[in-house]
C-alpha cells in the first residue's frame, strides 16, 4: 500500500481512559500500514501523501474477542435450547457434516459481516484452521486464529486432542506467531474447555502456548453444571487452571459467567483477560458475567460475539448495548458501563484482553485499522457535544452507520460495499453449504 494521510472532522482515537475525542484532525499511515500520527490538523507533518478527507467520525476498528464464525452456516438452528442440549443435540451432529470448503465459505459470510459492522479483528475458535486464515485474508480482515483443540462426537476425525494440540506447535514454529501482509494473522491454541479436555490436556496445551509466548483461549464456567466434574475435584475451573500451571501465560477465558469471588482472584493474580459474550449468554440463559466486579478487581475484558450460531449474529455494537443493559439491571445502576465505558471494551479493552497494544486504537504505533462512521445519520443528534456523540453512536447509530473500512491502511469497505469479494457469490456459496449440513 501507500502511505496516506485521513483527514476527519472528528477522530475517536480510543487511546484514553474516555473515547479520546479529537476535532478537525489528521491521521498519518505510513507505507507498511501503521499509523505514525494523530494530532490537529494545524499541527500534522508534512509528507506529501495523498489526502483522504471524509465527512464523518474516524476511530479504530472494533475488537471482536471470541467467536467461531464459520458457524453462521448453522444459525438458526436449535435456537431455543439451552447450552449443553444445543451443544449435543444441534451443533456437534451437525459440525461432524462440515467439510474444509464449507468452513472456509461460512467464515467468508461471517468475516464480511464483521466488515460491515465495523469489526476489523476476530479471535476465532475453530477447526480446519488454514481455510479460515484463508478466507480472512481474502477478506483482507485481520484474525487472532486459535485453532480447536477438543474430544467431542464427531470431532474424532480431525484427529486425537494431541495431534491438535501439536499441530499448532509444527504451525508457529514453522510461519511464527504474526504473519501475512500487515501481519494480519496470529496464531494461539484453542483449548476448548474443561469438559471437552482433561486437566492434563489443558496443562500441556497451556505449556506449549507458554514456550511460544501464544494465546491460550478456553471457555471457562460458561454454564451451570457444565463442569461440575471439575468443581468436585478442584472446587472451579479457574482452580484447576492454577493448580495445574494453565495460567501462567497469555490466556483469555471466554464467558467466565459461574465465577466466585475466589475465582476473580485468582483471574487477577495471574493476569488472565475475559471476552464478555452477553448476547450470546443471554439467548441460552447461561447467566449474566460480573463484567462491574471484574473491572473493579483490574481484570481486561473485552467484548465477543460468540458464534452466530448462538448470538444470532456478529454485530459487536450490540454486545456493547447489551453489556450496558445487563450491567446496569443486574447492579441496579444506570450508571454501571457508560457509552463510553462499552465502546472501550470493544476497542482498546478487547486489544488488551488479547495482549495487543497495536490494534483497537488510533495512535502511532498501531495499525491502522479504522473505520468511518457516517454522521449524516438521524441517531447523531448534536456530534459538536462529546458526550452526546458518543451516546449516540453507541445506543443508536451502531453498524448501521458503518460506511468505509480499512486494515493495515488498505480500503477493504468502501461506501459499504467490500473491495476484495463479491457478496452474491458467497451469500450463494453459503446458503448451498448450509442446505446441505442440515441434510
Given at each position: 500500500?501507500?502511505?496516506?494521510?485521513?483527514?476527519?472532522?472528528?477522530?475517536?482515537?480510543?487511546?484514553?481512559?474516555?473515547?479520546?475525542?479529537?476535532?478537525?484532525?489528521?491521521?498519518?499511515?505510513?507505507?507498511?500500514?501503521?499509523?505514525?500520527?494523530?494530532?490537529?490538523?494545524?499541527?500534522?507533518?508534512?509528507?506529501?501523501?495523498?489526502?483522504?478527507?471524509?465527512?464523518?467520525?474516524?476511530?479504530?476498528?472494533?475488537?471482536?474477542?471470541?467467536?467461531?464464525?464459520?458457524?453462521?452456516?448453522?444459525?438458526?438452528?436449535?435456537?431455543?435450547?439451552?447450552?449443553?442440549?444445543?451443544?449435543?443435540?444441534?451443533?456437534?451432529?451437525?459440525?461432524?457434516?462440515?467439510?474444509?470448503?464449507?468452513?472456509?465459505?461460512?467464515?467468508?459470510?461471517?468475516?464480511?459481516?464483521?466488515?460491515?459492522h465495523g469489526v476489523t479483528t476476530s479471535t476465532e475458535m475453530y477447526f480446519w484452521a488454514d481455510t479460515v486464515v484463508d478466507a480472512v485474508l481474502e477478506l483482507g480482515s485481520r484474525v487472532v486464529m486459535?485453532?480447536?483443540?477438543?474430544?467431542?462426537?464427531?470431532?474424532?476425525?480431525?484427529?486425537?486432542?494431541?495431534?491438535?494440540?501439536?499441530?499448532?506447535?509444527?504451525?508457529?514454529?514453522?510461519?511464527?506467531?504474526?504473519?501475512?501482509?500487515?501481519?494480519?494473522?496470529?496464531?494461539?491454541?484453542?483449548?476448548?474447555?474443561?469438559?471437552?479436555?482433561?486437566?492434563?490436556?489443558?496443562?500441556?496445551?497451556?505449556?506449549?502456548?507458554?514456550?511460544?509466548?501464544?494465546?491460550?483461549?478456553?471457555?471457562?464456567?460458561?454454564?451451570?453444571?457444565?463442569?461440575?466434574?471439575?468443581?468436585?475435584?478442584?472446587?472451579?475451573?479457574?482452580?484447576?487452571?492454577?493448580?495445574?500451571?494453565?495460567?501462567?501465560?497469555?490466556?483469555?477465558?471466554?464467558?467466565?459467567?459461574?465465577?466466585?469471588?475466589?475465582?476473580?482472584?485468582?483471574?487477577?493474580?495471574?493476569?488472565?483477560?475475559?471476552?464478555?459474550?452477553?448476547?450470546s449468554n443471554a439467548k441460552l440463559a447461561a447467566g449474566v458475567a460480573k463484567v462491574a466486579e471484574m473491572l473493579t478487581a483490574g481484570l481486561r475484558v473485552g467484548l465477543g460475539t460468540d458464534s452466530p450460531?448462538?448470538?444470532?449474529?456478529?454485530?459487536?455494537?450490540?454486545?456493547?448495548?447489551l453489556a450496558s443493559l445487563f450491567a446496569r439491571q443486574r447492579g441496579a445502576d444506570a450508571t454501571a458501563l457508560t457509552a463510553a465505558d462499552v465502546l472501550r471494551l470493544a476497542t482498546a479493552g478487547g486489544?488488551?484482553?488479547?495482549?495487543?497494544?497495536?490494534?483497537?486504537?488510533?495512535?502511532?504505533?498501531?495499525?491502522?485499522?479504522?473505520?468511518?462512521?457516517?454522521?449524516?445519520?438521524?441517531?447523531?443528534?448534536?456530534?459538536?457535544?462529546?458526550?452526546?456523540?458518543?451516546?449516540?453512536?453507541?445506543?443508536?447509530?451502531?453498524?448501521?452507520?458503518?460506511?468505509?473500512?480499512?486494515?493495515?491502511?488498505?480500503?477493504?469497505?468502501?461506501?459499504?460495499?467490500?473491495?476484495?469479494?463479491?457478496?452474491?457469490?458467497?451469500?450463494?456459496?453459503?446458503?448451498?453449504?448450509?442446505?446441505?449440513?442440515?441434510?
Open positions: 500500500m501507500c502511505a496516506r494521510r485521513f483527514h476527519a472532522p472528528i477522530v475517536l482515537t480510543c487511546d484514553d481512559e474516555g473515547p479520546g475525542i479529537r476535532r478537525d484532525a489528521a491521521v498519518d499511515v505510513d507505507d507498511a500500514g501503521r499509523i505514525t500520527f494523530v494530532g490537529p490538523r494545524t499541527d500534522a507533518p508534512a509528507t506529501g501523501a495523498p489526502t483522504t478527507t471524509l465527512s464523518g467520525l474516524l476511530m479504530p476498528g472494533l475488537v471482536n474477542t471470541h467467536a467461531h464464525t464459520p458457524l453462521a452456516l448453522l444459525r438458526g438452528m436449535g435456537g431455543d435450547l439451552p447450552l449443553m442440549r444445543w451443544l449435543t443435540e444441534v451443533v456437534w451432529p451437525a459440525e461432524a457434516r462440515l467439510e474444509a470448503p464449507d468452513v472456509r465459505t461460512g467464515m467468508l459470510a461471517g468475516g464480511l459481516e464483521m466488515l460491515r486459535t485453532p480447536g483443540i477438543i474430544t467431542a462426537p464427531g470431532m474424532d476425525r480431525l484427529g486425537t486432542w494431541e495431534q491438535m494440540r501439536d499441530g499448532i506447535s509444527r504451525w508457529i514454529d514453522a510461519d511464527g506467531l504474526r504473519f501475512g501482509p500487515g501481519e494480519r494473522v496470529e496464531l494461539g491454541y484453542g483449548a476448548h474447555s474443561a469438559y471437552t479436555l482433561s486437566p492434563d490436556a489443558v496443562a500441556t496445551t497451556a505449556a506449549a502456548a507458554r514456550e511460544r509466548d501464544a494465546l491460550l483461549h478456553i471457555h471457562v464456567a460458561e454454564a451451570q453444571g457444565e463442569d461440575d466434574e471439575v468443581r468436585g475435584v478442584y472446587g472451579s475451573v479457574p482452580a484447576m487452571l492454577e493448580t495445574t500451571g494453565s495460567l501462567d501465560g497469555r490466556v483469555l477465558a471466554a464467558h467466565a459467567i459461574q465465577l466466585s469471588d475466589q475465582d476473580m482472584e485468582i483471574f487477577a493474580r495471574h493476569d488472565v483477560a475475559v471476552a464478555h459474550c452477553p448476547g450460531a448462538s448470538n444470532d449474529d456478529l454485530d459487536l455494537w450490540e454486545e456493547q448495548r486489544a488488551e484482553a488479547l495482549g495487543r497494544d497495536d490494534l483497537g486504537r488510533v495512535r502511532p504505533g498501531a495499525w491502522a485499522d479504522l473505520i468511518h462512521i457516517d454522521l449524516d445519520d438521524p441517531a447523531f443528534v448534536d456530534p459538536d457535544d462529546d458526550a452526546q456523540l458518543v451516546s449516540n453512536l453507541v445506543w443508536s447509530a451502531g453498524a448501521r452507520a458503518v460506511r468505509d473500512v480499512w486494515v493495515a491502511g488498505e480500503p477493504v469497505l468502501a461506501d459499504r460495499a467490500p473491495t476484495r469479494v463479491d457478496p452474491g457469490e458467497i451469500l450463494t456459496a453459503a446458503r448451498t453449504s448450509g442446505r446441505r449440513i442440515k441434510g
